[in-house]
């Protein structure tokens, strides 16, 4: 976070004539006619290309280490080795791990909709809380807060801090017994990229034992397990172990993927609760299905298996100078000036940005005039709110790294622009 | 169906001598320690083996069709191509198709808890209902039935005949406005092998026109669309067709798969509803799903364009034998007898065979005391309960040939122990 001396400090005057210049570049560049992009988090095509030998790896050998013929039905807890593999991604035993098909978000989705109308194992149904709602650290991950939008599930926000969300305030929210649950993504979280501590971690697992629910989950998408891109990169603790200590495994449901790994949408997704939980999970799934795509689920086991962090160097190649270069242009444009604050992740495929209070949805809208598309304001926050209007989220993973300078350059200009004219009017 | 001459018609005397026989026949195959398994309508090896090329069919080409990237996230209809081939096997357009995951059982559950909870477009909630219900032909399939009763559904039997279901039942079950849908394997459909005629197949779309509930959903699992074995093969008018005739197309949803054409459970699934259907369940899974395995949905595209037919015609000429044995042995063994009846289908994966009233559970008992593992009694009907005892599954799909006869000697002969067993009792 950077901001020490400030744009604030500028008389009437001097803001008057840095608008001028500023306006006046912000106009050429309308007329250049850009077409960039900055919304999406998906990996590009040369990170996909690292992946390409996927399709043939089996070689015609669809045998399973386990003897399984994956080419047929059934198998709901996944391969083996591909549960192995999940293990790797989740710090927690093969043993405690389903391996499924291509979406953790699914898997997501059956839990909550599970926990909702039946219950998770032997906890019994949100449904019968006079108003079940989720903790929503943000900003966070707008499929996450569809995904309860769709259920009926009312959402709470809270702070995240630099270790996590602000526990504090956590600790206060669930002394309500209408508080069912909390959505986290604990490593190279999205937006900020913050890693959760290890302190964070433990009471994250303690949670479910002072909550007022005793139904209450943690919900736990740790999407950026091993996506690290800058050394060192951040440690998360295990909140299999910590579960397991504090007695709360049940209670708690992690989720991973090797979307961002390998193919995106054509890996595989993994879930892992306590012993009943998972049990409730495969019962639910045999009803949904007669098993996951078992060989897909071998080709990722023998494409990855023993070079998971060799293949993730790889992608950490093709994602560092992107990031670097987010970085480099936010301090060269905005750092000292008191007008924007942003995080520099060790991993993950996005940069937190926070403007001055009340500008987000208006840079976002100048950056588009401009060619720049980003993600819609508000799209951190629950319903698409940001009630302070403020934070931008920048994915620059997709675009070619020219696209990623070119798109930083306009975007601060349209920061210091924006934030220049409310100073000026604020003074008026 | 199979009842001329009968064991009936033999003396107390006759009947205890024949069960002295067929008693010291079933004694000696106990002995013989075998273990074989007629329960899963699972495709056998060599069936797989057909497929061996779909990993590596892509030869490093993921472009698709419309220059799609199919590496990458996204595209919730699916591929042109992967449609297209849904369109052949459902006799649909395919602009009224959507290309899923690997498995057209969690299509149906989506559908079915949208259906219940949300209403699926502008219909309203089965869950506004007293107690919302759905018709089961039976004897049927008992996946259909799980996800009935793992989403609280209630069932309602109605009787299959050669034509279809009851539509006479059917007609009056409907005018219950709990009565919110019924499930229809309408092709070789499982256990009974029949396909519905052309009359059948319009009374179905028009169906929820006659409907008491306004919410009415006709569903539609053409799991053996193309899956033929016997010439002239049985063809099944279009739904699609006939449901725009009726004004009811958003109350059809149609699902199918490529589980028994290429790998089975690491294929593609299909639904098509209306329009108005189509975008229910395109927002749901929206919510659930940044998207279906493209990757797998172009593998299958390339793999089987133009040559479904050719295909299929494989998997005919391996799975021909196996009904032929189990019709010879039938008919061998069992006709003119007045114990059994049983179909002949020409495609689909199931014999199904109906004893005496009371006796299946005793026969499939009698059956595994002899090595024979049969589906459970009462499986074909929901909550696994046959209320006359009498249908047996036979799926000789997974077996080899050889054991498909030896378990059919076996489960003829417990047959007609059993049966002799039970007249001469009724005489006494």
Redesign the interface.
Known sequence: MCNDMTMKSLSAAELAQLIEELSTAYERLQGNNLKLDLT?G??D?QQ?AL??A???????D?MASDGT??????GLLGLPETRALGAELMDTPADAIIAG???S??LM?ITL?LAL?QGLGNLIPWAEAESPTILCPVPGYD?HF??C??LGLAMRCVDMTETGPDMAQVARAVADPNVVGIWNVPKYSNPTGVTYSAETVEQMAQLPASAAADNFLVLWDNAYAVHDFAEPHDELASIHSAAAAAGTSDHIVQFAST?KIT????GVAFVASGEHGNAAIVK?L???????????QL?HARFLGGRLREHMAKHAELLAPKFACVEEKLSQELADLGIASWTKPNGGYFVSLDVMPGLARKIIAMAAGAGVTLTPAGATFPYGDDPRDRNIRIAPTYAPLADVATSLDILTLCVRLASARTLLEQMQ
Not at 54 to 60: E, H, K, M, P, Q
Not at 263 to 266: E, L, Q, S, T, V
Not at 286 to 296: A, E, I
């Open positions: 999406r998906k990996p095509a996909l992946s390409d996927l399709d043939g790896v089996l070689a015609g669809y013929d994956v080419r047929n039905y059934g098909g291509n979406s978000l699914q989705f909709e109308h499929r569809t995904v939008e769709e979307s193919f995106a949408g054509a639910r045999s009803t949904m299905t007669v098993g996951p795509d078992k060989v897909n080709r």
